[in-house]
């Protein structure tokens, strides 16, 4: 194609993040998890301004009631209204799901860049602790740490990050390994950059990829996790509550009070469809190996 000077056009580049946003939003079921999980992450900021009662508000003298104009999804057997209760256990529940794969992340990306870059010897004592770390049984360790430590919101944070991160140093091991013999790392390091900072610098931001579409899988795994301790009476503790919490006290009155199980229950099954519908938006919009449309 030429300009009216008859002088051929450049046609103007591309970079892979535009290309994957361009896909990305041909992808109707990605992008409806993606608004379903802003709204939720909206309404949980704003819980303690919108929520319709306090969050510790009873009436024991409505006790149980099913959902009506005056409260929309019903009462539990305290009289506490079951939207606030959701709304709460949402805020919770999002917060563990968000900064335990948080630090799943920071440990994971870390081990396997450093792993995989540097390779050798340190690569294989780095990978064989963590074939031997996959080894344990990690829910044990949780509920161990539970017990010894307290049932404190940040140590299971931190617990649950520190059992997840496993998988990514894996996934980011493998593709640093094919990383590092490229020619923009071979330059760097004729340059003369530390490790470090070719690590941080070069390495890392080329896994963003793979380390975003696990990470929208990781956090469905989180809040599973988080609902499941919370299930056992391990996780968060009355008079906070989660949406693992609120499935707990449903399941006990699930014959009397249904409505106790099923709206906490729909609320965590959208949440877990909406990242996982995401994640498989995000996986197929970062494939390199897809052509453009």
């Known amino acids: ?33 993606l608004g379903l999980l802003i ?18 508000q009873q009436d024991l003298l409505l006790g149980a009631t099913p959902p009506s104009m005056q409260h929309w999804l019903g009462t539990d057997v305290f009289g506490r209204d079951m939207l606030t209760r959701i709304m ?28 995989g870059y540097i390779g050798g010897r340190v690569d294989m004592v780095m990978m064989r602790l963590v074939d031997i770390l996959y080894a344990l049984p990690f829910m044990i360790f949780i509920i161990l740490l539970m017990v010894v430590f307290g ?35 071979e330059a760097a390091h004729s340059l003369g950059l530390p490790q ?5 610098r070069h390495i890392i931001p080329n896994t963003l990829g793979p380390v975003i579409v696990y990470t929208t899988l990781t956090i469905p795994s989180v809040m599973l996790l988080e609902a499941f301790l919370s299930f056992l009476g391990l996780g968060i ?36 469809f909406a990242l996982n519908f995401l994640g498989d938006g995000l996986r197929d919009a970062l494939d390199p190996r897809t052509a453009k449309d």
Not at 12 to 26: F, H, T, Y
Not at 98 to 106: N, Q
Not at 153 to 162: C, E, N, P, Q, R
Not at 196 to 200: A, C
Request: hydrophobic share 50%; with cysteine.
């Open 88 to 115: 709460w256990g949402g805020r919770v529940s999002l917060t563990v799901g968000f900064i335990a794969t948080a630090v799943a992340l920071a440990i994971g990306v870390v081990w396997g860049a450093v792993a």
């Open 196 to 200: 470090w900072t070719i690590i941080r």
């Open 151 to 185: 049932r404190s919101m940040l140590l299971l944070f931190f617990a649950i990050g520190a059992v997840e991160w496993l998988t990514m140093a894996r996934i980011v091991r493998g593709q640093v390994m094919s990383l590092r013999k490229q020619e923009f790392v």
């Open 39 to 56: 709204f939720l992450c909206v309404v949980s900021l704003l819980t303690p301004w919108i929520a319709p009662y306090g969050y510790e």
């Open 1 to 33: 194609m030429s300009t009216e000077a008859g002088t051929p056009s450049i046609e103007k580049g591309s970079s892979l993040w535009r290309d994957a946003w361009i896909k990305l939003c041909k992808n109707h079921v990605a992008l409806a998890g």
């Open 237 to 272: 503790q009355p008079p906070q509550s989660s949406w693992g919490l609120l499935i707990n006290y449903g399941v006990e009155t699930m014959e009397e009070y249904p409505w106790l199980l099923i709206f906490p229950g729909i609320a965590l099954s959208l949440t877990l």
